[in-house]
């Protein structure tokens, strides 16, 4: 059974704008996001996981897009925060360019098939350069729950 976005994204994890300025500012604001929906037990954790995870190779995947992610114990459910910067950041994207949209999933250790699943259905959803466009102009964070969850029924029935 595959994950959509209903059921891993909380309007709670979103943050239009984010008030981090830089990559693990807005990082450890994305797990704070996901730590007050109850998803994750141990925010720290999942913070040092994530920026590990970073410090390895960057998640900035290009085209203004960043998706980053961690396994940990401190994470109850495979859930996902997404946040868009005032102004574009940068996050050492593979293409140089900033980043427009940060779109963080977190898993469980032992969800290895459904984190993959999960970023998979992400790369989908906003390989779509008009959906990625009208998330990344989102004004609001239910604008961008909106426009996601229309995202991703839109790929459910494809």
């Given at each position: 059974?595959?994950?959509?976005?209903?059921?891993?994204l909380s309007p709670d994890a979103?943050?239009?704008?984010?008030?981090?300025?830089d990559r693990r500012a807005a990082l450890e604001e994305l797990v704070d996001a996901l730590a007050s929906t109850g998803a994750v037990t141990d925010p720290d954790l999942l913070k040092r996981s994530v920026w590990e995870r970073e410090q390895q190779r960057s998640t900035g995947i290009g085209e203004g897009l960043a998706i980053p992610h961690g396994k940990c114990a401190g994470?109850?459910?495979a859930a996902i925060a997404i946040g868009r910067p005032a102004v574009p950041m940068e996050f050492e994207s593979i293409d140089k360019r900033p980043v427009r949209l940060i779109?963080?999933?977190a898993s469980p250790p032992e969800k290895i098939t459904d984190h993959i699943q999960v970023l998979h259905r992400i790369s989908r959803i906003f390989s779509n350069i008009?959906?990625?466009e009208r998330?990344?102009?989102?004004?609001t964070p239910a604008a961008l729950y909106e426009e996601l969850l229309a995202a991703d029924s839109a790929l459910v029935e494809r």
């Open positions: 059974m595959t994950l959509s976005l209903v059921d891993i979103i943050r239009v704008p984010l008030l981090g300025t994470v109850v459910r779109v963080l999933l008009a959906t990625r998330a990344c102009l989102a004004s």
